[in-house]
């Protein structure tokens, strides 16, 4: 009878969310006509098209077991010393990007010589470093509204056809990532990291250095992520990033990726960025009150935070049987 | 003279302390299946650690074709041809077959993998294994019989010339076992050498060819199986009699204090019944791995029972007692003091009244009475000898047999009835050996019931009234306290007949 | 004293340094800031001081207590947050302040016992928990209070706790009678043996028949408890609740003042006035920063590194004691 009920938690928990969203699909499509035409999904992906960049790189970070909080402001971060280059050097937006790029991945290795070197818990360290970056952000940039030069923001505009060039380069970023991910020795390594710090070891990886390189590539993909973000907006805001660290994490883990590492791949960002469309898009077009979306948001991360934690728990149970 | 695959040449290594091993030699020839045999501390893992270049040793040389090699890390071994497939898998639980067999050796051009090829590497030494599992299957799916060949594939991808089994039965039924043998005997005709450590000798006598017994750090005897017989081996193990130093009439009639039965935990322990009488030391040996320690745990609910009753006499009457409130009734000596007994950066005060606080209460609760408190403990300090400048000296800077003795007298405040002591003079000096010795004496002329367990079987056997042995999870014979040191050592490496 | 006493305290000094260093420090910095800001050591800033550290210290009394069983509590400033605005609505609509204050404290515990719940019941991890409980009550905040400030506290309410004893401000006595009377408890009585002992060895603890689950479970208590009444203060000093007052800045501030105040993040050591003590730096760090008109964002910089610097000298004194 134990077993009965192991084996219905353990569907519910891998399959069960699914079967929510498909659900909430349904019934989102019978309360709002409108809801699930191509013309919204893809205006949606055009608005998040900036932030599925700016959090590819995060997944890296939580396969390694590790987390990072502060990609909101490395984005933030890298944006501004950009922008003041641009804007009050008057330097080539071209070669402004290619600073920014550096700068983000320069930043995230700060963030990864604190885990490694120093040995701080990632935790704390992210933690530590959103504010720090943040801090700095601003005393380059200013709190304020930077507009930025018209060549950069016209990229938010590309397109190709009816689809604009920010939704395919970020589901390429995806599935490059993806395929880094499962078709290379350093994502084979990285995820043999997340299963286990001291087996890796074992196994002859140096776990350091990919945990470093797991940082440096957040930090790369959250300034590349802040381009885009200044397209759209056609400022340097400084709010940018602010709470991504809430809602970064929301998608990674409703996209199947463990907190706890060496799990899920990453076209589950795009299961979590489509999720959060459901339930934000689906709630607006009802015409609930726009306040409850945080709480919503709130809820769902709890839901999906939980439901790994006791995922993790009832699988360690169902070794011990599996033993006897 | 034709040069042998492996030559260990004079191999020593010591640890602070102790010697563990001492000048140890012996050949391995191609398609040879050695087995590797001894007790508890003679000397097996050391010796393999340092052939796998896990440690280092001191001194001596180790030849492989007649060439002298450094074995500085697990890697020079492995590219000299040494494959080590340990007790403890290293198993990436949530990655697919196909990425833990590949995990060290993946087909690649400049860091991309090589998919196709990957894929027919992986199936193939699955397939010498006799695996035939999907590689896309997440490892920790399977089974642990599974998983070890899995493991011992990995190793094979390297085309090792030995191959170092540790133990390796332990966590395999019967039909795996089996497997594990051919596999052995595949391995022997390709011409792969094999060191198989082990304390089961039946298994010896099933797979080996030649035998290597190891002493006290020194190889005491070695050469071909067909030479040897059981009762040898054993001999060879054990070493000379040893003077059974203290005699004790056996008693009858005493009080049942604790009953277990049916015990079966975390598929190591099976079906594990004993009794426990008032005023007895009860020895409890058997060699590494055979669940001793998981017994006790398992007993005061440290680790969780899957079947089993325990029952505690409490009030003149055996009363079944839930493992997670038996510590109520039962003192617990941790075989792991670090970890499991001391508060490490606490005071030597706090780690003696922790477990007892609800009886230095003060007048206003919660707050405790100081005054007893160090009263208390300073009894406790004097009656057992212990040497220390301060009770609130940190507990880390006494010495271990001074740390015991906290431990110790950390449950006799609390006056179980019960005490299970899991290698109480491990790692001590000889006069806190004896100090202890005679404490645990004078705890059961007081009334009281010892569990006792050792690995060093000479001090076990000048103290124990009755032993029960264990081997792989299950109690392989009782035996009182005349017993022979050859009777128990045979019984802790013989699985019962099921 | 004895010999051995003495001993004993050079000892506890020796190897303790790690913790007295930095704060030596930092008092040292504040004093030279005070000499060249004179306005920085009068009496009124002192007391500005004061009156400001109060609700973070005891949020970190609190956070202290999740501290010492080994555990974090990441959604205390939510929390406040959230209690503070279910109280804020219940006198905005004519409650009783006195209920209001109450409700206040069993909106914050009862979040802690959840949290307590999860974290001794249910096994989870105390990071996972607290986090996604930090994401839910600062939802929850905003939704009950549609973004916008909640007005109209009872006036009573605000009187009697910004009112003065002497010179000092209520809020700073109820932080220091807290604080002090936790420490005592911790100090001196089972109940805190009890956590230092789970927080330093689990195993251990186990062994040594101490309720491992309630004892963790009643740190969550508290640490939810003390929220509540870090809500209470802040509402009436501000005379006002949002969701705004519990940003994950605050969190870290908390977490901070109890790091510096010599509560190890890792459990066993420490005590509740010290995480008091830990909250006055830092928010002495914050005056001082504002005396010197430095800017707020060089501030959050000084102050992300400062807690990264604490624990990284913790962790490294660990892995070398343990190697």
Not at chain 2, 126 to 149: A, F, H, S, T, Y
Not at chain 2, 171 to 191: A, H, M, T
Request: charged letters at 15%; glycine letters at 10%.
């Amino acid at each position: 009878m134990n077993k009965k009920i192991i084996t219905i938690s353990h569907f519910l928990l891998n399959y069960g969310f699914y079967i929510a969203l498909f659900l909430l699909v349904i019934g989102f499509s019978f309360g709002a006509p409108n809801f699930l035409t191509a013309i919204n999904f893809l205006n949606m992906m055009h608005t998040l098209a900036p932030t599925l960049i700016m959090i590819s790189g995060l997944v890296f970070v939580v396969l390694t077991g590790a987390i990072d909080f502060s990609v909101g402001s490395i984005a933030f971060l890298s944006a501004s010393i950009g922008t003041y280059l641009m804007v009050y050097l008057d330097v080539n937006p071209l070669i402004a990007v290619f600073v920014i790029l550096v700068a983000g991945s320069l930043i995230g290795g700060i963030n990864g010589l604190i885990v490694e070197v120093v040995k701080v818990n990632p935790l704390i360290t992210t933690f530590g470093t959103m504010l720090a970056f943040r801090g700095m952000g601003y005393l380059i940039a200013g709190a304020k509204y930077i507009p930025i030069p018209e060549s950069l923001v016209s990229i938010h505009d590309w397109r190709i056809g009816p689809v604009y060039l920010d939704i395919i380069f970020s589901v390429g970023i995806v599935v490059f990532l993806f395929f880094i991910q499962n078709r290379t020795i350093f994502g084979k390594q990285l995820m043999a990291l997340g299963n286990g710090r001291s087996i890796a070891e074992k196994l002859s990886i140096k776990v350091k250095a990919i945990s470093f390189s797991a940082f440096v590539i957040s930090g790369f993909f959250a300034a590349l992520g802040s381009i885009f973000y200044m397209a759209q907006g056609s400022f340097l805001s400084p709010r940018m990033g602010q709470g991504l660290e809430f809602t970064g994490i929301a998608i990674v883990v409703i996209g199947g990726i463990s907190l706890f590492g060496g799990e899920g791949s990453i076209l589950g960002l795009l299961l979590g960025v489509f999720t959060v469309y459901v339930v934000e898009n689906g709630l607006q077009h009802m015409g609930l009150s726009p306040y409850i979306y945080p709480l919503l948001r709130g809820a769902i991360i709890f839901i999906a935070m939980y439901a790994d934690s006791l995922k993790t728990r009832l699988r360690a149970k169902k070794l011990i049987r599996k033993e006897t | 003279m034709k040069k042998s695959l492996l030559h260990l040449k004079s191999i020593s290594k010591s640890f602070p302390g102790v010697q563990a091993l001492k000048d140890v030699s012996f050949e391995l020839d191609r398609g040879e299946i050695l087995a590797l045999i001894g007790a508890n501390g003679a000397g097996k893992s050391t010796l393999m650690n340092i052939l796998g270049g896990v440690i280092q040793k001191d001194s001596g040389e180790i030849l492989i074709n007649g060439e002298n090699v450094q074995m500085r890390n697990p890697g020079d071994a492995r590219r000299n041809g040494i494959a080590f497939v340990h007790q403890e898998l290293t198993i990436l639980p949530k990655l697919s077959i196909l990425d833990n067999l590949l995990i060290s050796s993946f087909p690649e051009k400049s860091g991309f993998i090589k998919q196709k090829e990957a894929i027919q590497t992986a199936q193939s030494v699955l397939e010498r294994v006799g695996c035939n599992l999907d590689i896309n299957m997440k490892i920790m799916d399977v089974g642990p019989g599974d998983q070890q060949l899995i493991e011992i594939a990995r190793v094979l991808l390297f085309d090792p010339q030995v191959v170092i089994f540790d133990e390796p039965t332990s966590s395999l039924s019967k039909r795996e076992k089996d497997r594990l043998f051919v596999l052995i005997q595949q391995l022997k005709s390709n011409d792969v050498a094999v060191i198989y450590i082990t304390h089961l000798l039946e298994e010896v006598f099933s797979i080996a060819e030649k035998v290597a017994i190891l002493r006290n750090g020194e190889l005491v005897s070695e050469g071909l199986l067909k030479l040897y017989t059981r009762g040898k081996i054993i001999k060879h193990m054990t070493g000379a009699e040893s003077q059974t130093l203290h005699k004790k009439k056996q008693k009858q009639d005493q009080p049942c204090l604790l009953e277990v039965s049916g015990l079966s935990s975390h598929g190591l322990l099976k079906d594990i019944s004993l009794k426990l009488y008032q005023g007895e030391i009860l020895g409890l040996w058997g060699l590494l791995g055979s669940g001793r320690t998981e017994l006790v745990r398992a007993i005061v609910g440290l680790d969780p029972m899957d079947a089993g009753t325990i029952k505690i006499r409490i009030k003149e009457d055996l009363r079944v007692v839930k493992s997670q409130n038996a510590n109520r009734w039962i003192g617990l000596i941790s075989e792991d003091r670090r970890n499991e007994g001391l508060f490490v950066s606490m005071p030597v005060k706090v780690n003696m009244t922790i477990a007892n606080l609800k009886a230095f209460i003060g007048k206003i609760w919660p707050f405790l009475n100081f005054k007893a408190e160090d009263k208390s403990s300073r009894e406790y300090v004097q009656k057992l000898h212990i040497v220390l400048s301060s009770l609130e000296q940190k507990i880390e800077t006494l010495s271990g047999g001074n740390q015991q003795k906290v431990i110790i007298s950390r449950w006799l405040q609390r006056n179980p009835i019960i005490y299970l002591m899991d290698e109480p003079i491990k790692g001590i000096d000889v006069g806190a050996k004896v100090e202890i010795k005679n404490l645990i004496l004078d705890l059961v002329e007081n009334g009281a019931a010892v569990l006792l367990i050792s690995s060093e079987i000479d001090e076990l056997m000048s103290i124990c009234d009755r032993y029960l042995v264990m081997c792989r999870g299950q109690i392989t014979g009782e035996y009182p306290s005349n017993a022979s040191k050859e009777k128990l050592i045979g019984a802790a490496t013989n699985l019962l007949k099921t | 004293m004895e010999i051995t006493q003495i001993k004993t305290i050079m000892q506890s000094l020796k190897s303790n340094w790690i913790r007295i260093v930095p704060t030596a420090i930092m008092l040292l910095v504040i004093i030279l800031i005070g000499l060249r800001v004179p306005v920085f050591l009068t009496q009124r800033n002192l007391i500005n001081i004061l009156q400001q550290s109060a609700s973070i210290g005891i949020m970190a009394i609190g956070m202290s207590f999740v501290f010492f069983v080994g555990g974090m509590d990441l959604s205390v400033a939510s929390n406040m947050g959230l209690s503070g605005v279910v109280g804020a609505l219940v006198m905005k609509n004519g409650g009783n302040p006195v209920i209001a204050g109450i409700l206040m404290l069993l909106v914050s515990t009862f979040i802690g016992s959840i949290n307590g719940l999860a974290v001794a019941k249910l096994n989870m991890i105390p990071f996972v928990v607290t986090l996604s409980m930090m994401y839910v009550a600062d939802g929850l905040s905003v939704w009950l209070t549609e973004a916008t400030s909640v007005t109209g506290i009872s006036e009573s309410f605000i009187s009697i706790l910004t009112m003065k004893i002497w010179i000092i401000p209520v809020p700073v006595i109820i932080m220091l009678f807290f604080g002090f009377i936790t420490t005592m408890v911790m100090k001196r009585s089972f109940l805190g043996r009890w956590m230092y002992a789970v927080g330093t060895n689990i195993k251990a603890a186990r062994v040594s028949c101490i309720p491992i689950e309630k004892v963790k479970f009643s740190a969550y208590l508290l640490s939810g408890l003390f929220a509540g009444l870090a809500a209470i203060i802040t509402t009436a000093r501000l005379g006002s609740a949002s969701a705004a007052i519990g940003q994950s800045i605050l969190v870290l501030d908390v977490a901070s003042s109890a790091v510096v105040g010599g509560v190890s993040f890792y459990g066993g050591a420490g005590s509740p006035f010290g995480a008091v003590i830990g909250a006055l730096l830092i928010t002495l760090i914050s005056n001082s920063m504002n005396m010197l008109e430095v800017s707020y964002y060089v501030t959050l910089i000084i102050k992300g590194f400062v807690i990264i610097i604490f624990i990284g000298l913790e962790s490294w004194i660990r892995a070398r004691n343990q190697s």
